[in-house]
């Protein structure tokens, strides 16, 4: 599965159906996360970053020219700075615990009180939501005030957009 | 052999980490710029999620019939990084459009070269 991710990664910088590849490529990452026992995260990203995402870029393609020219510096530099950073990280891997392993630090520290406390102190049996919405609360208050912010954002970015153009339109028109 | 497919999940997130870092640093379209940007967010969920899997678990939802759950702690977070990720995703859509009004191109060298002028 994961392979199947990579290659529809490496497709879409060669082809020119970005988006839709984009798109694809978030799918099979949901897929990914149904197979790492993530079903809640799976499922947001299936609506979110296939779906949401996907509809917006195509929104924004349909205002602005969709063909990319084609790269005026040679990609060598990046290219290098690329795999200096991939060897790097590569050889940090080397010391990280094994894939799947109970024992490993990060399964030992709170999650094993999550699943053996959460039913009995929040009465949800879904853990994630659980954490979420009770012990971990506040991170999610503070992800409402940055998708507001962000909304905020666009708004502020695109106001009169539509309008500008419209009147220079219009001012095309009578020119003609 | 053990030992090398024990750290596969990591490297499969590096490889997709270091693509969308080569689409931001090499590509000057500004969409294909945002594209590669999404790809690195999603290496990072996967770098958060692949430590939280057990061999053997399933989805952290309490049953009586299981009694080994993955962790459920990344899911969260991610749950969380996924939506501010839109919302970054968003924004940069917008300035996008702003850039392409303001100088009728989305291409990072010919505003530059613009702004030379």
Not at chain 2, 76 to 97: E, Q, R
């Amino acid at each position: 599965m994961m392979i199947v991710a990579v290659y529809g990664i490496i497709r879409s910088r060669n082809l020119f159906v970005v988006v839709m590849l984009s798109g694809i490529y978030s799918f099979l990452m949901a897929t990914v996360m149904v197979v790492l026992d993530a079903v809640d995260v799976a499922m947001t990203e299936a609506a979110v970053g296939a779906g949401m995402s996907t509809v917006l870029m195509l929104a924004v393609l349909g205002l602005v020219r969709s063909r990319e020219a084609p790269l005026r510096h040679s990609p060598i530099l990046p290219i290098i700075v690329c795999c200096l950073t991939g060897g790097m990280l590569i050889y940090g891997t080397v010391s990280l615990p094994p894939f799947g392993h109970i024992d490993n630090p990060q399964n030992q520290h709170v999650a094993p009180y999550y699943i053996e406390n959460s039913v009995r102190e929040t009465g949800s049996p879904n853990v994630v939501t659980a954490v979420l919405a009770s012990y971990r609360g506040y991170d999610t208050l503070g992800e409402t005030t940055v998708i507001f912010t962000g909304g905020i954002g666009v708004l502020v970015l695109l106001s009169g957009v539509m309008t500008r153009r419209r009147r220079f339109n219009n001012q095309k028109e009578s020119d003609e | 052999m053990t030992e090398i497919l024990a750290n596969l999940n990591y490297w499969v997130t590096i490889v997709l980490m270091i693509s969308g870092l080569y689409i931001v640093a090499a590509h000057g379209n500004m969409i294909k710029k945002l594209v590669g940007l999404s790809i690195f967010q999603t290496s990072v969920y996967l770098l958060f999620l692949s430590p939280g899997k057990i061999l053997g678990g399933t989805a952290p939802i309490i049953s009586k019939d299981f009694d080994l759950y993955s962790n459920p702690l990344p899911h969260v977070l991610i749950l969380t990084a996924i939506v501010v990720g839109v919302a970054t995703i968003a924004l940069g859509m917008a300035l996008v459009v702003r850039i392409h009004e303001a100088y009728g191109t989305i291409e990072d060298d010919e505003v530059h070269d613009m702004e030379r002028e």
